[in-house]
Structures are given as structure tokens and as C-alpha cells.
């Protein structure tokens, strides 16, 4: 346990239909960032936060793609009108922040979608 | 992008050290190489990372060559446990994000 949650693990849905993920990064960790991975590729950079702000969003992520980190803590990650190509895996992680000049990134379990 | 090259798959016994590559030939003088690794099923883990010197730690050794175009991974003493997909990556520093590529996949032989 990397002490970083991803609610849910598992989501099944129907293309059309909206979705949101949760992730809780540690407590202290200035830093959050999204990524998808689907089968046999790498994690896939979406977005990062620095405390609320949002510094980068990844070309990757479309109109239908949008994360919030309102209080500087967790952060949701939606997807509206979901399509089939949106099945991944979606990895939230956390870091220290900009104080280190080396950065560690820890990662949560993931959250597995699925588009039927 | 990612900027490294690794093979896409390695075999290792049980018991040996597993050594794996990375080339990173467009690598500057500011940027690190850091390693991770990710087991079936779970999100990725932090292993090691260096600048120009080799590094130690409780998972493994970083050894990156004297020109900074190359490196490689040392899992001094493999178990089936290790079996998993290692990712090389290199980065700018604290406000550059991590770009993953597709890594190696290591098969550890019991």
C-alpha cells in the first residue's frame, strides 16, 4: 500500500454515460497526477496538479476529459459521454511537489474502466 | 515522447542478478534517469534514480556509463517476485513531468 487510494477499482459503463474517479494522494504530497494505460503500453500522461492548480494537460485529454483538485487534496477525474477507447486503466499519483529536486511518484492501485 | 530505449522483454533465473539496459543517447546535463517498475496489476513503483553517479539503494544499483547515454538496472539477487515490467525514463527535474514508455518485460525463471 502506497498510502495513495483510487475509488472505485473497477467501473463498468455504457458508452454515452458519464464517469468520475476518485483519488485521495497523501496526505503531505503537494503534487497529483493522472495517467491512463491500456493493455500493453506504458502509463500515458492526462494532467497534473500543483496543490489546486491544474499546471498541464496532456493533447491526450479531450473536451469530455476534466479534473478538479478543488481543496488542493483529492481530485476527481470525469468523463463525460463516454466512448469505448476510453477503456484504461486510469493511475492517479503523488509527490512531494516543486521542494524536491528529485521527485518520487507514488502510485495508487488504479481505477479499471470499462466501455460496453 | 519517451526519450529512452529499452528491450521489450528479458529473462533472468532465480537467484541471479538481473542487468537491464536503457539507452538514452539525447539525454542532457540536467535531466535524470529513474527507474520504476510495475507488477501485474498494480500502479507503478518508484525503484532508483541517478544523475551521473552510480546509486545504491535497498531495491537495486543504478549504473550509468561516464557519457550519460546509457544505463542499466541491477537487481543484485532476482526472486519470482521481481517479475514484472521496468520502465527507464529520463527527466528534467521537479517541473518535468514523467513520461513512461513501454519498458521491458522481466520474466524471472524459478
Known amino acids: 500500500d502506497t498510502g495513495v487510494s483510487q475509488d472505485p477499482r473497477h467501473k463498468i459503463t455504457k458508452r454515452g454515460q458519464n464517469v468520475t474517479f476518485r483519488c485521495d494522494p497523501i496526505s503531505e504530497h503537494n503534487r497529483l497526477y493522472w495517467y491512463r494505460q491500456t493493455l500493453g503500453q506504458g502509463p500515458e500522461f492526462l494532467t497534473y496538479f500543483q496543490n489546486e492548480a491544474q499546471l498541464e494537460k496532456s493533447r491526450l485529454l479531450s473536451d469530455r476529459f476534466s479534473a478538479e483538485r478543488p481543496k488542493g487534496s483529492f481530485s476527481t477525474l470525469e468523463i463525460q459521454r463516454t466512448e469505448q477507447g476510453d477503456s484504461a486503466m486510469y493511475l492517479c499519483?503523488?509527490?512531494?511537489?516543486?521542494?524536491?529536486?528529485?521527485?518520487?511518484?507514488?502510485f495508487g492501485s488504479g481505477t479499471q474502466l470499462s466501455v460496453l | 515522447d519517451a526519450k529512452t530505449t529499452q528491450p521489450p522483454s528479458m529473462d533472468c533465473a532465480e537467484g541471479r542478478a538481473a542487468n537491464l539496459p536503457c539507452n538514452h543517447s539525447t539525454i542532457s546535463g540536467n535531466e535524470y534517469v529513474y527507474w520504476y517498475r510495475q507488477i501485474h496489476s498494480q500502479g507503478p513503483q518508484y525503484i532508483i534514480h541517478g544523475l551521473k553517479n552510480n546509486e545504491t539503494n535497498e531495491m537495486a544499483s543504478l549504473i550509468i556509463t561516464e557519457d550519460r547515454k546509457s544505463s542499466t538496472l541491477i537487481l543484485p539477487h532476482a526472486t519470482l517476485r521481481d517479475t514484472a515490467v521496468y520502465y527507464c525514463i529520463v527527466r528534467v527535474g521537479r517541473d518535468d513531468k514523467i513520461i513512461f514508455g513501454k519498458g521491458t518485460r522481466l520474466h524471472i525463471l524459478p
Open positions: 499519483a503523488s509527490s512531494l511537489g516543486p521542494a524536491q529536486t528529485s521527485e518520487k511518484l507514488f
